[in-house]
C-alpha cells in the first residue's frame, strides 16, 4: 500500500509539474485577452456557439460589386462546424465533422439542382484549426499537437500590441495581435497572408463576441477580396444534433 501511494504521489506531482510548466510559458497577454471576453467558468463551459447575420463580399476585379448573402454560422465540440449562406440564387454549405468536411451548392429555387464535393486532407485540416480556434479562446493548443510563439510587440493602426503566432502546422498559422493594454484582439493575420480584423461587440451568455467580422483575401494573382460577415445575432451552447454535420447521402429522395 504504502509502494502504490508513493506512486500516485509521484504521478500527481509529475502532471502538476506539466500543468505548471505550461502555465508558465504562456505569455501574459492570453490571460488579459480572455478576461477581457468574460470570466474563465463562462469560457471554460463554451460548448458551442452561433452566430445569424449577413455575408458581403467583394469581386476581387472590381471591389464596388458586391453580393450579398444571409450567412449562418455554428461550431460546436469537439471539432464540428457549418456554414451555410443563402442569396437568391444560391445555397452554399460548408461543414466539418471530426475528420471529415464536405461542401454542397443548390438552386435556391429548385432543392434538385445541387453539387456536393468531399473536401480534401488540408482543407479538413484548416477547417478543424479554425473550430478549435474559435472555441479554445486562445488557449489550449499544446494539447492538439501545436503550439504557440510570443513573437513581441508590434504597432497596428497605432496600438501597442504583444504579437502571439498559433501554429497549428507550418501552413496553417494564425498570427494575432493583441492591445497590451486591454487585451483586445486588434488584427489576425495567416500564413497565406490573408488578414482579419473585428469591429464592434454583442454581449451574449455574460461573453464578448464581434459585431462584424472583415477578412482580406489575397489570391495567388495578387487580387484582393474583401468579405465581411455583419452579425446580427449570437447564441451560446445550444446543442445540435450530429446529423446536422454529417456528410449528406448523394439522393433527394426521401
Not at 506539466?18 to 501574459?28: D, G, H, L, R, T
Not at 454560422?73 to 451555410?84: A, E, G, T, V
Not at 454549405?93 to 432543392?111: M, P
Not at 494564425?174 to 492591445?179: A, G
Request: charged share 25%.
Amino acid at each position: 500500500m504504502k509502494s502504490f501511494s508513493l506512486r500516485y504521489l509521484f504521478a500527481v506531482g509529475a502532471a502538476v509539474a506539466v500543468i505548471s510548466a505550461a502555465c508558465a510559458q504562456e505569455p501574459a497577454i492570453i490571460a488579459k485577452a480572455r478576461a477581457r471576453i468574460g470570466s474563465e467558468a463562462l469560457i471554460n463551459g463554451v460548448k458551442s456557439i452561433h452566430y445569424v447575420g449577413t455575408l458581403v463580399t467583394t469581386d476581387p476585379k472590381d471591389p464596388t460589386k458586391q453580393q450579398r448573402a444571409a450567412i449562418e454560422i455554428i461550431f460546436q465540440k469537439n471539432d464540428q462546424q457549418r456554414i451555410s449562406a443563402t442569396s437568391d440564387k444560391l445555397i452554399e454549405t460548408t461543414a466539418l465533422d471530426g475528420y471529415e468536411a464536405w461542401q454542397r451548392k443548390q438552386d435556391a429555387a429548385d432543392a434538385t439542382k445541387w453539387q456536393q464535393t468531399l473536401l480534401g486532407p488540408e482543407q479538413v485540416k484548416r477547417l478543424r484549426a479554425n473550430t478549435f480556434e474559435t472555441l479554445a479562446f486562445f488557449r489550449g493548443l499544446e494539447a492538439r499537437g501545436g503550439r504557440i510563439e510570443d513573437q513581441g510587440t508590434a504597432t497596428i493602426d497605432g496600438i501597442n500590441c504583444q504579437k502571439i503566432a498559433f501554429i497549428h502546422a507550418p501552413a496553417i498559422v494564425f498570427t494575432r495581435y493583441f492591445d497590451l493594454a486591454t487585451g483586445k484582439l486588434v488584427f489576425t493575420e495567416t500564413e497565406a497572408g490573408n488578414s482579419l480584423r473585428e469591429q464592434g461587440e454583442i454581449v451574449e451568455a455574460g461573453l464578448r463576441f464581434p459585431k462584424t467580422i472583415v477578412t482580406t483575401n489575397k489570391s495567388s494573382k495578387g487580387e484582393v477580396q474583401t468579405v465581411t460577415i455583419n452579425i446580427e445575432k449570437v447564441t451560446v451552447n445550444e446543442s445540435f444534433p450530429a446529423t446536422f454535420f454529417r456528410v449528406p447521402a448523394l439522393s433527394t429522395k426521401k
